[in-house]
């Protein structure tokens, strides 16, 4: 038997779960947040490197170990 879900209960269950989430770990919710602006300065960083001009690994090491 299918049961009818009145689409406003479960909207306020589903957001009622959402913030009780929220409150409770706040420690996933930063680590979801960081990764999310990790990955975006990742796409950033490789959209502009994508502009740039090509370099050899040599000329990359040499920056790194400063010569």
Not at 6 to 23: G, M, P, S
């Amino acid at each position: 038997m299918i049961t009818a879900i009145d689409e406003e209960k479960l909207k306020d269950v589903v957001k009622t779960a959402l913030i009780e989430v929220l409150e409770t770990r706040r420690d996933l919710m930063q680590e979801i947040i960081e990764d999310a602006m990790e990955d975006f300065a990742f796409s950033r960083a490789i959209e502009k490197g994508m502009m740039t001009e090509t370099v050899s690994r040599d000329e990359v090491f040499a920056v790194l170990d400063g010569k």
